[in-house]
């Protein structure tokens, strides 16, 4: 670099300084002046609110479109589930524990007892009885019921729920195993 263009770069410098100076002092003057002190305060209030919308809004937009992606992936999964006879049973399967369990025991003309154990199922079976509409069938033959001279006989069962609807339709109880 030659001598003036080293001059040339030097007055830049030092006009971008003075520059600088000036502007720092307008700032000044204008912070003193009350009325565009509060102009100024409100401005980046405004901005500030503006920015916190804007924040908001696409954190709104943002969770709208993770719940919708949340609820095409729970529909996937359930009309993958419903053709699937296992994990649609074992939807099933509380309502079943539930309702026909309940009414296995009060159809019960003396005593009745299960016999599945602790950690056994009272429906370790079941099967599709009407698969457009969701129905399932639950079997089992873990209970015994006495009779009216205190001898106790084992009852085979089973129990209809309506699995989309999560009722019980109807029940059945025989005497004997499956």
Same mark, same amino acid.
Request: proline share 2%; with cysteine.
């Given at each position: 670099m030659d001598v003036e263009e080293a001059r040339k770069l030097a007055r830049y410098a030092f006009a971008g300084i @003075?520059?600088?100076?000036?502007?720092?002092g307008f700032i000044a003057m204008a912070l003193d002046d009350p009325a565009a002190r509060k102009a100024q305060i409100e401005e980046?209030?405004? &901005?500030?609110d503006a920015e916190q919308?804007?924040?908001?809004?696409?954190?709104? @937009?943002?969770?709208?479109?993770?719940?919708a992606e949340d609820k095409r992936e729970r529909v996937q999964r359930d009309a993958e589930c419903r &053709?699937?006879?296992e994990c649609f049973a074992?939807?099933?399967?509380?309502?079943?524990?539930l309702y026909c369990r309940r009414a296995i025991e009060r159809s019960a003309e003396y005593q009745m007892e299960w016999t599945d154990g602790f950690f056994g199922t009272p429906f370790p079976q079941f099967r599709w009885k009407d698969k457009d509409k969701g129905i399932v069938e639950y079997r089992g033959d873990k209970a015994k019921f006495q009779n009216g001279y205190?001898?106790?006989q084992n009852a085979a069962?089973?129990?209809?729920?309506? @699995?989309?609807?999560?009722?019980?339709?109807?029940?059945?109880?025989?005497?004997?195993?499956i």
């Open positions: @003075v520059g600088l100076g000036l502007l720092s980046a209030k405004r &901005q500030a919308f804007r924040k908001d809004e696409a954190a709104r @937009v943002e969770k709208a479109r993770l719940e &053709q699937d006879l074992g939807r099933g399967k509380f309502y079943a524990l205190g001898a106790w069962y089973t129990c209809l729920i309506d @699995v989309p609807n999560e009722k019980m339709i109807d029940y059945t109880i025989r005497a004997g195993r």
